[in-house]
């Protein structure tokens, strides 16, 4: 599996290493212990936590619209185990440009 994540260029690196560390878990089963152990290692506070991840976008890189072929946007870690059992996922544009089609012709 691969996530690919993409920063503002104006990111430190021991942000982009933040990034990369909450991006590399992927089960939902303790997703709160998860983000107390980055604020712990990073020495920040949850909501400076979040304000920083908002600052990364991470995509799938092995899953894209079948429409339009960007590639699948993830929210939180959970996405990932969710995403990878889609047979076929089209973007939220593509969906409302049809209408709501592609999710029926699915
Ligand atoms: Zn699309």
């Known amino acids: 599996m691969s996530v690919n994540v993409v920063f503002d260029s104006v990111l430190k690196d021991t942000t982009k290493h933040l990034c990369h560390e909450y991006w590399a878990y992927a089960s939902p089963n303790d997703y709160i212990a998860h983000l107390k152990r980055l ?5 920040m506070k949850i909501d400076e936590l979040f304000t920083t991840l908002a600052k990364c976008q991470a995509y799938l890189d092995d899953i894209h619209c079948g429409y339009c072929g960007r590639p699948y946007q993830l929210d939180v870690p959970a996405d990932i185990p969710y995403a990878r059992r889609l047979n076929s996922w089209f973007c ?9 089609q592609l ?3 699915r």
């Open 92 to 100: 939220e544009g593509c969906i409302s440009f049809s209408g709501g």
């Open 39 to 43: 604020c712990y290692d990073h020495n």
């Open 103 to 105: 999710i029926v012709d």
